[in-house]
């Protein structure tokens, strides 16, 4: 039951993490095993089995983010799609594309910060408890990755306009396309 309810979560936070599907899996499968092995001595605190299992899953995504890894394959991936698609399907595949190649190259922490608060709808208080940070220093964290998130977007010739005139997924509509926009930051 508690994978039922907490599994999607988690492998959303570990795909955007680590932008592989594959290791999101193994993360959460590794999250629910370390909740397993630790069930008899864990202890409810702030964020509660949710902030943990965040917790634990944030981790293993820095562990794997920390390994060395080179794939090298002969085939060429397909990168197009051969059926005809409308400007505007195709323009709002590009700005998410933008948006997650953006995220990628932020530095870990930023990249959490952005994925808890924007795309999984955290609080700044229950992120701070994953992240292991007090309020302030996840403002300042949010702060700054914000700032940096707006400059890989310029630097890619992407406006927060360009992105939400897209309708990219998950981002057009979050409270961080708002952020980005206006400097407003998620509720705390």
Known sequence: MLVERHAAALYRVAARMLGDGHDAEDVVQDCFARMWQNAPRWQPT?????????RV???LCFDRKRRFRVVVTDEVPDCADQAPLADRLIEQRQACAQVAAALADLPERYRAALVLCYYENFSNALAAQVL???????????????????????ARDITCRDVAFAGAADFANSPAAHAFATGAGPRA
């Open 132 to 154: 292991d940070l007090n309020i302030k220093a996840m403002e300042s964290l949010l702060f700054r990755a914000r700032r940096q998130m707006r400059e890989l977007l310029e």
């Open 46 to 54: 702030g964020a509660g089995l949710v902030g943990w299992l965040h």
């Open 57 to 59: 899953a944030m981790n």
